[in-house]
């Protein structure tokens, strides 16, 4: 059974200016343990498709199941790491801001410590737990964000261009810490990105959405590549050229 499930999800909203098709028909199976990047141009509803799977917005159509369960709201079995940085808790130290999901679930202050530290560790920021965010960088702030996922043990992580604020060469780094700690927890992630060489060095499979309104997936890409990804091989090149002629297509649509 797939770990997830969206079959003909769709979403309209409806406000002051009337009603707006923000996805349409939308349908994927992830299976466990699988790396999937939501590629699209902007506008085109993979936040929307994001949120709805996290449980903070209701479909309008179709259905969402997580383990063959409708998905009702948000839930510890899924990690969610927001674009930009300032999802923490400004007055918790990054270890309490680890640690804040599994002090919610009771668990002792010694166990928390330990796990969040371990988490601390995984995402290269060893003693680095006693700061507030104020005192973190960027890509600091980026790192305590997947510790803080990861520290719940959730089914499948949902990253929403995770790495978009951050500088090229933070970002390189923290793709390829991403890409190890994906390879030794062996989680599930749903990624978006606007980016074809972070979504191609990352994934197993790359979904290219159609623009919006009634964004939806037109195109599944497997990327067979063995890791680590050699960004400047033959079969990278490749499949980054596949990726790009489908999002080439949505931004000039009648070339
Ligand atoms: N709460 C809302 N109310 C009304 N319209 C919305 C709402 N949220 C999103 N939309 C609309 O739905 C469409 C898809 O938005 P969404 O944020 O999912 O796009 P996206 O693909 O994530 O874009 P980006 O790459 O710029 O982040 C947009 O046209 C947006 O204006
Ligand atoms: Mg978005």
């Keep these: 059974m797939a770990l997830v499930t ?61 383990d063959g369960k409708p998905v009702r709201g948000p839930g510890a079995d899924r990690g969610v790491v927001f674009q930009g940085h300032d999802s923490l808790y400004d007055w918790l130290t990054a270890r309490d801001n680890i640690a804040f999901g599994l002090r919610l679930r009771g668990m002792a202050k010694a166990e928390r410590r330990a796990v969040a530290d371990r988490f601390l560790t995984m995402v290269g920021l060893t003693g680095q737990g006693a700061k507030h965010p104020s005192e973190l960088s960027g890509g600091m702030k980026q790192r305590i964000q997947i510790a803080r996922a990861l520290a719940n043990d959730p089914r499948i992580l949902l990253m929403d261009e995770p790495f978009g604020a951050l500088d090229a060469m933070t970002r390189a780094v923290l793709q390829n810490e991403l890409s190890d700690i994906w390879a030794k927890s062996g989680k599930t992630v749903l990624f978006i990105t606007h980016d074809i060489e972070e979504a191609v060095a990352l994934s197993t499979r790359v979904g290219v959405m159609k623009r919006g309104p009634g964004g939806t997936l037109k195109a599944v890409v497997p990327v067979d590549l063995p890791f680590p990804r050699e960004r400047t091989s033959d079969g990278f090149m490749q499949t980054f050229r596949q990726v790009h002629a489908l999002i080439h297509e949505e931004i000039h649509p009648h070339e």
Excluded: Q
């Design 6 to 66: 969206l079959e003909g999800v769709g979403k309209t909203f409806r406000g002051r200016t009337g009603a707006w098709e923000a996805v349409r028909d939308f349908s994927l199976e992830l299976a466990e343990g699988e790396f999937f990047c939501l590629l699209g141009t902007s506008g085109c509803g993979k936040t929307t498709v994001l949120n709805m799977l996290a449980g903070f917005e209701a479909p309008t159509a179709g259905r969402i199941l997580l």
